[in-house]
């Protein structure tokens, strides 16, 4: 069976990597963009990978142009955007797709092991407003989802695009993997 440390993933400076470079770390997947309502939770993230990073947090940010254009710019514009707007410091990856025909291999293997989000119901009735609605339950809804994987690389939670870095939910479930052992 394939694990999330054997997808071979591009980072955004173009050199190979996979999840296996940060084997044994609990690690927080975040598909990200730039223009979106919600690209303000790159302050937060960054602050929490500060924060935690020393107790072994990776947060690992994938562009993604899947939810209304929101992420037009090459590998080069985003993460200058990420590093002038945003001081990011933590891994960024090239541009993926999260949802469709060409969905990344990492984003199928995560939704098929965590297919519910905490927090998610709030914000899939709020799309709906927006005429969006995911044909897919499993689905990732909008950019800044949030996957959860322990230390020994499962999926142990999933978190809605309006769940922030600072949500007691996700502190709470990061904390917990973070006193975990692999």
């Not at 107790?55 to 690992?60: A, I, S, T």
């Not at 891994?91 to 797709?97: D, Q, V, Y």
């Amino acid at each position: 069976m394939t694990t999330l440390y054997d997808i071979p993933l591009t980072r955004i400076d173009g050199t190979a990597g996979s999840l296996a470079d940060y084997r044994g770390k609990v690690l927080l997947v975040v598909n990200v963009a730039s223009k979106c309502g919600l690209t303000p939770q790159y302050a937060a993230l960054e602050a929490l990978y500060q924060a935690r990073r020393e107790q072994g947090l990776e947060v690992l940010g994938f562009p993604a142009n899947d939810f209304k254009g929101q992420e037009p710019g090459t590998e080069e514009e985003i993460r200058d955007f990420c590093s002038t707007t945003y001081d990011v410091h933590f891994p960024l990856f090239a541009k993926i797709s999260v949802i469709g025909e060409q969905q990344h291999p990492l984003y199928a293997q995560l939704t098929a092991e965590q297919p519910d989000a905490v927090g998610d119901g709030p914000f899939r009735e709020r799309l709906k407003g927006y005429g969006v609605n995911p044909d897919n339950p499993a689905d990732v809804l909008w950019n800044f989802e949030k996957f959860l994987v322990s230390r020994s690389g499962e999926v142990v939670a999933r978190f809605a695009p309006d769940v922030t870095a600072d949500d007691p939910r996700l502190v709470q479930a990061i904390e917990a993997e973070l006193a975990r052992t692999a």
